[in-house]
């Protein structure tokens, strides 16, 4: 499936606006506001903003020109200082080395072969410094996952709007490819006014699953060494959940 970036840009905002439990733990890794980050698939700037109230050497980098559009436009209403790069995560060519680098929210999933996924380590290297940090966040695939019946929309959660009459329903439906380990998604928003839907639109998107340990040596033998592994931005791997989010560091040659 080919993500349609027009179409995603005007929606995620009203499907992923309410995510906010991972905007504490990225702004807590700003040591100052001197400190250099580059965020990876920025979107529409839902992790961005906040970083830029706290630093003013963001540079937010996404593949797609409309989702940068609105994180500029953003970004002008609050008065923020970050330089936006429209680039690939794969290819990017940049004249910086940053203090850390992150893909939140599960960017780096929607490289769906393990050489993108290298060629997207690559560049990082490349713009990390010796001491820096990176942060990669992806979702577990728990059994609960690969149980869902890909011929039903499952509700994922109904948004209530500033005006109390009016509402959003988001659904999702997926199928699933074990040898690929990817996920087809579908997405259906539903918006709703006085309980009469006024509007249903559809977006599709893939993403591929990656175990622990697999994420680890992919890491480990692209130049990464995995400090960390946090749950759900607040605990360690141990009692697996929907988030896990590794902190990696150069690995060294000596």
Known sequence: MTLNYEVWATLYDKVYGDVVDDIPYYVNQITGPDHAVLELGCG????????AEVTSKLTALDLSGQMINVLKQ???????????VIADMRYFELDVKFDLIIIPFRGFQSLLLKGDQEKCLAAINKHLKEDGKVIVDMFFPSLEMFDQDNRVFYEVKRISGEDPRTSTLVKHRSSFDMHSQLIETTLLVESSKADLVTETR????TLRYIHPKEAEYLFLNNGFITRNIVNNFTNSIENQSSEMIFELEKKCDY
């Open 74 to 84: 953003k970004a002008v209403l609050g008065g923020l200082i970050l330089d936006c």
């Open 202 to 205: 559809y977006l599709d998107f």
């Open 44 to 51: 529409t700037g839902r992790v961005s903003i906040p970083i």
